[in-house]
């Protein structure tokens, strides 16, 4: 069975940092693609990053590039966003998903992990 | 990076059938025939519902089907049942040279 658990969500002030990681079992995790997917409360999503299953291809949104980083180690199974300079309006609900290709859509997809940013 | 546009909301009666739209550009859904569909409900993660444009993943009713013309995606559920009451997410691929992903609004769907 695919599993995708995030961590690393809290409570953070503007402009200071924190990395989510993303455990991921149940399927070879070298051989997919992973991305980042927010939803703010109450909002619709919105694609933060994506990673190719070698790192070779990386890819972010505008709102967060530069600010935030995506990597993976597939010895360990996990996905991570680092995230930089954050703002209030990167407070949302942080989602892993699996990507079956580089085509950009999702077939699993972990249950979030929220980041508030607020002082 | 704009949004892809989606209706608000739409709504219909059990039995009925129903058709979002999803319009984006010739960069993202007129350029590839990369776009996937979502369902959620309330306080849960998002389910995979259609991809590219119209394949359903094992599992998922075929009262659910996708198409595309130009740079408008449309997903239609026939004979609406009470579970189909949900968010719907279109999302396209809508990269060349690198991972790039963009999500329209979500379409709010009501059973009446």
């Known amino acids: 069975e695919v599993q995708l658990v995030e961590s690393g969500g809290g409570l953070v002030q503007p402009g200071r940092s924190l990395r989510l990681s993303c455990a991921a079992s149940?399927?070879?995790?070298?051989?997919?693609?992973m991305h980042w997917v927010r939803q703010a409360p109450g909002k619709g999503l919105e694609w933060v990053s994506g990673?190719?299953?070698?790192?070779?291809?990386?890819g972010y949104a505008d709102s967060v590039k530069g600010r935030f980083t995506i990597s993976r180690d597939n010895a360990k199974n996990s996905l991570y966003l680092q995230m930089n300079s954050l703002r209030a309006e990167d407070t949302a609900l942080y989602y892993c998903?699996?990507?079956?290709?580089?085509?950009?859509?999702?077939?699993?997809w972990g249950q979030g992990t929220l980041v508030t940013v607020s002082s | 990076q704009s949004a892809l546009t989606q209706p608000r909301s739409v709504s219909g009666s059990p039995g009925q059938s129903v058709t979002i739209s999803c319009t984006g550009t010739?960069?993202?859904?007129?350029?590839?025939?990369?776009v996937s569909w979502y369902q959620q409900h309330p306080g849960k993660a998002p389910k995979l519902m259609i991809y590219?444009?119209?394949k359903r993943p094992s599992g998922v009713p075929d009262r659910f089907s996708g198409s595309k013309s130009g740079n408008t995606a449309s997903l239609t559920i026939s004979g609406l049942q009470a579970e189909d009451e949900a968010d719907y997410y279109c999302c396209s691929y809508a990269g060349s040279y690198t991972f790039r992903v963009v999500f329209g609004g979500g379409t709010k769907l009501t059973v009446l």
């Open positions: 990673i190719s299953w070698n790192s070779g291809s990386i």
């Open positions: 590219d444009v119209s």
């Open positions: 998903a699996k990507a079956p290709g580089s085509s950009g859509w999702f077939d699993y």
């Open positions: 149940g399927f070879t995790f070298d051989d997919y693609a």
């Open positions: 010739s960069s993202d859904v007129g350029g590839y025939n990369y």
